[in-house]
């Protein structure tokens, strides 16, 4: 399976600052070490035009030519430096490149994305561009050129990070090309939340059992109501934020559910046949090797999904078309 990295580029932050970049390093680091099926591939950068299917062009010259304002760079919680627009568009490039490779081979991943909290005019709590949002619009795009399609190709954001995934649900409002589903704690950042297609926001420390049941009942919902005109790719943003060692979660999650949330995604995609491009997102840890053990057992999970696929040359004839 293909796993797509950019961990050689660092952001200048100060001492002490909340964001635990030294995870990505260390979770390549694991898997180099161990690969088991994966195969990592350092990814390539996203253009200025590619950003632009989703984000603002003031926003992203801000971004890339260091004019966002103070307060600005404050809401997205990192300062301004020549690292910041080089390491943005790695993050979303990252997620492009697995999105295309997941349309061919079925499963494939990023070892970082899931920037979920990126408007289209702003970035916010960490997040610089919106990753899945652009590579949503570039395979949409992409499929419609090489099918001509009357209509697109059909995509599912299934994001389980532990935060609500605001940009994306307010980039995709009442786009019906796009479903979105955000599993969350309901008290957690951001305080003000968008309307999903379907949100499920779970109270503090709701623990096991709680959300695993949640989750079931919020997938049959996907399916339900997507079921005149199925997704052919899926995002998931697999959050190891809610582990009940997370500094910033609070879900209280064991590590045994996390990997049985990730068994319930990945099974119930492969079963309807859909693709999906797979993000880490959020993981903040007390312990961040505790935070690594846990992705590095969603992308061993998940690169078991992508031996059970036959490679392919795309989604299936006719599947995600109006």
Request: proline share 4%; hydrophobic share 40%; glycine share 8%.
């Amino acid at each position: 399976m293909l796993a797509f990295h950019y961990d050689h580029l660092t952001l200048a932050l100060p001492q002490g600052h909340r964001f635990p970049q030294s995870k990505y390093q260390m979770l390549r680091e694991r898997l180099a070490q161990d690969p088991g099926r994966l195969r990592l591939q350092v990814a390539t950068p996203a253009t200025r035009e590619e950003l632009l299917v989703v984000h603002t062009p003031d926003y992203v010259d801000a971004v890339l030519h260091g004019t966002l304002s103070a307060a600005a760079q404050r809401e997205i919680g990192f300062p301004w430096g020549e690292s910041l627009p080089r390491r943005s568009l790695f993050s979303v490039g990252a997620t492009v490149q697995a999105a295309r490779a997941a349309l061919k081979e079925g499963v494939a991943a990023s070892l970082a994305g899931g920037t979920h909290h990126a408007y289209a005019d702003k970035g916010s709590g960490f997040c610089v561009f919106n990753d899945v949002a652009v590579a949503a619009r570039l395979m949409q795009a992409e499929y419609h050129r090489a099918n001509n399609a009357r209509r697109g190709l059909r995509v599912v954001v299934i994001d389980l990070d532990v935060h609500q995934g605001n940009g994306t649900a307010s980039i995709f409002a009442d786009d019906a090309s796009v479903f979105t589903l955000s599993l969350h704690g309901e008290k957690n950042f951001p305080f003000r939340k968008e309307a999903s297609d379907l949100d499920v926001g779970l109270a503090d420390q709701c623990g096991d059992d709680c959300y695993l049941e949640a989750l079931e009942d919020a997938l049959q919902q996907v399916w339900l109501r997507t079921a005149d005109h199925p997704p052919s790719l899926a995002f998931y943003l697999a959050g190891a934020d809610a582990h009940e060692g997370d500094r910033l979660g609070r879900l209280k999650l064991s590590a045994e559910a996390l990997h049985r949330r990730d068994q319930m995604v990945l099974e119930a995609l492969h079963r309807r046949h859909i693709p999906v491009a797979i993000s880490m997102a959020g993981g903040y840890g007390e312990d961040l090797s505790v935070t690594v053990d846990i992705q590095q057992r969603t992308l061993a999970t998940a690169a078991e999904f992508w031996s059970r696929w036959a490679v392919q040359t795309g989604p299936e004839a006719g599947a995600g078309e109006d």
